[in-house]
């Protein structure tokens, strides 16, 4: 396509326009604050509790529906402020959450003059120098910046390897915008922070840090650019999935010049039954290569909405898989640590074996649940989630009585509120990235059943990581036994500095506690020892049964001390 006439750029918004939008973003805060305070603390203290229980609803998804307005009204980082709070299910009551869960990128797109003139400004030339053309329709238009389709010259398309690109460009001002919306909600969340009622449930100010450091990479497209190519490494030998090479010479903070990877739409299911693919056969390769990525690999694309997977036909030749997915748009990454993945193993296995208690135990060893809450409520509901909906896939769900739905989710999102947990930021882009997924399988395939893809994948850990079970409990049977070797002289030193001291605690009674005392202590030690080998050995057996029934043989030497050693001494 021609180029356009060098016209000039949409205005860029100036200090008048930036204090209108910080003032109107804290008369927003301020307004609903008070609001708030008078039904759910005033009303309450002179004896209306009444009216703010009957308001309550209608309040929320009004608070909602006006922040989506004034969120598209103003873009910029209110909708990613909308987007981020409807995750936050700890924190926010679901009339606020499903509200806001439909907030996209409802923005206009920026004129394309406005595009070029910030283009060329990285560039340092104009674009008919250094690309054949530029679409001045852009592909995509989001709040903080926009794709226009490109070729590069021929001496670059040689250099490079890349002939059609995708110019990803920010959107002109989107750094003061971005700048002024932080500033606002750092007031707002220092407003918050005051307030018990929402300091006891959330670090507001510590959220708000946590957003501004995911939008600030957002906005800085060699950081996009290099998470493309980190995300391609984790599957270098995959050949499940393809990922667009960086035009790094055409890249800049504010400019991202990527391999054009156009396909199919992942859901686009007609468009994949004409390029010979079955739809139902690309569910369960997408679910597995997003468990790839949050349970293996650590490195994980938190935003695969079906905007940004393709399904890529691939005649790489006979052996190959026939198509690829092709992952775009590396703005927003999420990223799982050691201790996490551990954590998320332990998750996805208990999930598998519909384990209400053992899924509840591994989302406290992630570090979610406060060590003051009271868990029994939350196992009762998760036992009553796999006792009725466990391994129901989609088709199955759709068959099942609203109410039942409705009247679990109200009782589960009561449970929830009422924890004392706090989500980590990396912790709600799992959750976003695997909501995500399911709802992707399930447009693939109403019959796709998400716990057929989970089960395999929970075996395959479990596998993988029962050679390092039987290391960690022999190495906690070793240290168990060096503690119950060491404690007895441990008791009979302290015994000896207690009758030496200024204290006289050298009595009859004092002597008997601490026989008491030794001879728990060998027990339980002897105990732990004899389960250890127990539990290896039944573990063990099931691959070696060689090795798994000399290990549970061996567990009776520890039982028999344990029983010796609980004997009452004279």
């Known amino acids: 396509m021609a180029f356009v006439r060098r016209d000039r750029p949409a205005p860029v918004p100036g200090a008048g326009d930036t204090r209108a939008r910080y003032r109107r973003i804290l008369r927003f805060a301020a307004w609903n604050l008070a609001v708030t305070w008078w039904f759910e603390l005033f009303l309450p203290r002179i004896g209306l509790a009444r009216i703010a229980r009957r308001t309550r609803s209608k309040r929320m998804q009004g608070f909602a529906r006006n922040f989506h307005l004034m969120a598209v009204e103003l873009g910029g980082l209110m909708i990613k402020v909308g987007q981020f709070l409807s995750s936050r299910l700890d924190v926010l009551p679901p009339e606020i959450t499903r509200e806001l869960e439909g ?59 890349l002939a059609n690109v995708v110019l990803k460009v920010q959107r002109p001002g989107i750094d003061r915008i971005v700048d002024v919306d932080l500033a606002a909600l750092r007031k707002v969340g220092g407003w918050l922070s005051r307030i018990r009622l929402v300091s006891s449930r959330a670090d507001v100010p510590a959220l708000v840090e946590e957003f501004a450091q995911t939008s600030f990479e957002e906005i800085d497209y060699l950081h996009e650019a290099a998470n493309a190519e980190r995300f391609e490494a984790g599957f270098a030998h995959d050949d499940r999935v393809s990922v667009p090479r960086v035009a790094w010479e055409r890249t800049t903070r504010r400019l991202l010049a990527l391999e ?179 709802g992707v399988c399930s447009s693939l395939d109403e019959r796709f059943n998400l716990w057929d893809s989970v089960e395999p994948y929970a075996a395959r850990l479990l596998r993988d990581e029962r050679g390092n079970l039987l290391q960690d409990v022999a190495q906690q049977a070793l240290d168990a036994a060096a503690i119950a070797l060491r404690l007895p002289k441990r008791l009979e030193a302290l015994a000896s500095r207690l009758e030496e001291g200024s204290l006289a605690v050298a009595n009859p009674r004092i002597e008997r506690q601490l026989a008491r005392l030794d001879r728990r202590a060998r027990r339980s030690a002897s105990a732990l020892v004899f389960a250890a080998l127990l539990i290896a050995g039944a573990v063990v057996r099931a691959d070696d049964v060689v090795l798994g029934s000399v290990l549970m043989a061996g567990s009776v030497v520890p039982l028999l001390h344990g029983l010796w050693a609980g004997r009452r001494g004279p």
Do not use: Y
């Open 260 to 438: 054009d990877v156009t396909a199919v739409k992942i859901t686009e299911a007609a468009a994949l039954r004409a390029a010979g693919i079955d739809p139902a056969e690309v569910a369960p390769v997408f679910a597995s290569v997003m468990f790839d990525q949050l349970f293996t690999t650590g490195f994980f694309h938190a935003d695969p909405h079906p905007g940004n997977i393709f399904v890529t036909p691939d005649s790489a030749g006979p052996g190959g898989h026939p198509w690829k997915l092709t992952f775009i748009d590396f703005g927003m990454m999420g990223e799982v640590t050691d201790s996490t993945r551990s954590g998320l193993r332990k998750l996805l296995i208990a999930a598998a074996a519909r384990d209400g208690k053992g899924l509840v135990a591994a989302i406290n060893d992630v570090g979610v649940l406060a060590p003051s809450a009271d868990i029994v409520e939350l196992e009762r509901a998760m036992t009553h989630l796999f006792a009725r909906f466990g391994g129901m896939g989609f088709a199955e769900l759709r068959e099942v009585d609203p109410k039942e739905f409705r009247d679990f989710a109200v009782e589960f999102g009561d449970v929830i509120r009422s924890l004392p947990f706090q989500f980590p930021e990396n912790f709600l882009l799992i959750i976003r990235a695997m909501s995500l997924t399911s």
């Open 103 to 161: 907030l996209q990128d409802e923005v206009p797109p920026v004129p394309f003059p406005a595009i070029r003139a910030l283009a060329e400004e990285e560039l340092g030339a104009r674009l008919e120098q250094v690309f054949a053309f530029v679409e001045e329709v852009p592909v995509a238009a989001a709040s903080l910046g926009q794709a226009h389709r490109a070729r590069l010259l021929p001496a670059d398309a040689a250099d490079t390897g």
